[in-house]
């Protein structure tokens, strides 16, 4: 496992907090971007193609290629399927019914997701203390969803809705994990997924009427979804350079970090409050995220 030397420590631990940062803003930019009727698929093209060209950017300073053999195309379709098409559609229709806090804690429940994924398909072993924190973050989702639990009085169909992207990131990690990504790094993964979500989506998003203008990216919420495209493949390509520097359970921590800045990022830039019950399920969240991270002994990724 990559330890960071002492020196390093305040470089990393500065890196990890503006990652937790740049990623906990995307809920709130997510929730401007939907504020006035832009829907899933259009939004979801956009994200795709702007990551790709950015994607294709960073793959051409460090002179890598997209490498176009079976195996690969699987696993970016498998990737833009799962990690992108699916949850955000979801993500997407969610945001218009439920805060962008809560939208951020519930996002925290993918670590918990994996647990019994991985579970289900081998690639781990049982374990009481993992167990507590899956449970200690269903009570969390419980506290939310259920009727007077908080002041929100929140929608019980789309708290589930708004789950669903956490379970398939889940997936997606564990997919990887078994399957592996036929020799590509992560930035020719997500370049190829970008680049395959977008050439699918275009269809699907002109066909079903809800196509975005190019002069969208002049209005406030165009600007959101750009920021928010932007902000994510730089964040995610930050992560992956974390891993390869400090290891992969130095650069996990960054979970906490996402859903503190998202619950404080959708505070400062629109304005939520939340009650007793709401800042309750976090905590457990919390809890159950650190009951169920990675001991030091996981293997990492490749850098």
């Given at each position: 496992?990559?330890?960071?030397?002492?020196?390093?420590?305040?470089l990393?631990?500065?890196?990890?907090?503006?990652?937790?940062?740049?990623?906990?803003?995307?809920?709130?930019?997510?929730?401007?971007?939907?504020?006035?009727?832009?829907?899933?698929?259009?939004?979801?093209?956009?994200q795709?193609?702007?990551?790709?060209?950015?994607?294709?950017?960073?793959?051409?300073?460090?002179?890598?290629?997209?490498?176009r053999?079976?195996r690969?195309?699987?696993?970016?379709?498998?990737?833009?399927?799962?990690?992108?098409?699916?949850?955000?559609?979801?993500?997407?229709?969610?945001?218009?019914?439920?805060p962008?806090?809560?939208?951020?804690?519930?996002?925290?429940?993918?670590?918990?997701?994996?647990?019994?994924?991985?579970?289900?398909?081998?690639?781990d072993?049982?374990?009481?203390?993992?167990?507590?924190?899956?449970?200690?973050?269903?009570?969390?989702?419980?506290?939310?969803?259920m009727?007077?639990?908080?002041?929100l009085?929140?929608?019980?169909?789309?708290?589930?809705?708004?789950?669903?992207?956490?379970?398939?990131?889940?997936?997606?990690?564990?997919?990887?994990a078994?399957?592996?990504?036929?020799?590509?790094?992560?930035?020719q993964?997500?370049?190829?997924?970008?680049?395959?979500?977008?050439?699918?989506?275009?269809?699907?998003?002109v066909?079903?009427?809800?196509?975005?203008?190019?002069?969208?990216?002049?209005t406030?919420?165009?600007?959101?979804?750009?920021?928010?495209?932007?902000?994510?493949?730089?964040?995610?390509?930050?992560?992956?350079?974390?891993?390869?520097?400090?290891?992969?359970?130095?650069?996990?921590?960054?979970?906490?970090?996402?859903?503190?800045?998202?619950?404080?990022?959708a505070?400062?830039?629109?304005?939520?409050?939340?009650?007793?019950?709401?800042?309750?399920?976090?905590?457990?969240?919390?809890?159950?995220?650190?009951?169920?991270?990675?001991?030091?002994k996981?293997?990492?990724?490749?850098?």
């Amino acid at each position: 496992m990559t330890v960071p030397a002492r020196s390093d420590v305040v470089l990393l631990t500065g890196v990890l907090i503006l990652l937790g940062a740049g990623w906990g803003m995307t809920q709130p930019l997510t929730k401007i971007a939907v504020s006035t009727g832009y829907q899933h698929f259009g939004l979801i093209f956009w994200q795709l193609l702007i990551g790709a060209v950015l994607m294709a950017a960073i793959c051409a300073i460090r002179g890598t290629r997209l490498p176009r053999g079976r195996r690969q195309i699987a696993i970016c379709l498998m990737v833009a399927a799962i990690g992108t098409m699916i949850p955000n559609s979801t993500a997407y229709q969610a945001a218009v019914h439920l805060p962008s806090g809560i939208l951020s804690i519930l996002l925290s429940m993918v670590p918990m997701w994996a647990f019994p994924i991985a579970l289900l398909m081998g690639l781990d072993r049982f374990s009481w203390r993992r167990f507590l924190g899956l449970s200690l973050g269903l009570c969390g989702v419980l506290l939310i969803a259920m009727p007077g639990a908080s002041a929100l009085n929140l929608a019980v169909f789309w708290v589930g809705v708004g789950l669903i992207s956490g379970i398939c990131y889940g997936l997606e990690g564990n997919l990887v994990a078994k399957f592996g990504t036929a020799g590509m790094d992560p930035f020719q993964v997500l370049y190829g997924a970008s680049l395959m979500g977008a050439v699918i989506m275009l269809p699907v998003t002109v066909l079903s009427g809800q196509w975005i203008p190019v002069d969208a990216a002049q209005t406030y919420e165009g600007q959101a979804l750009i920021l928010g495209s932007i902000i994510h493949v730089v964040v995610y390509a930050g992560y992956v350079w974390m891993v390869g520097r400090a290891g992969s359970v130095f650069a996990v921590q960054v979970s906490y970090l996402v859903t503190g800045f998202g619950v404080l990022w959708a505070k400062l830039l629109l304005g939520e409050a939340y009650s007793a019950g709401i800042w309750a399920a976090l905590l457990l969240m919390f809890a159950g995220m650190y009951l169920v991270q990675p001991r030091p002994k996981a293997a990492l990724a490749p850098a």
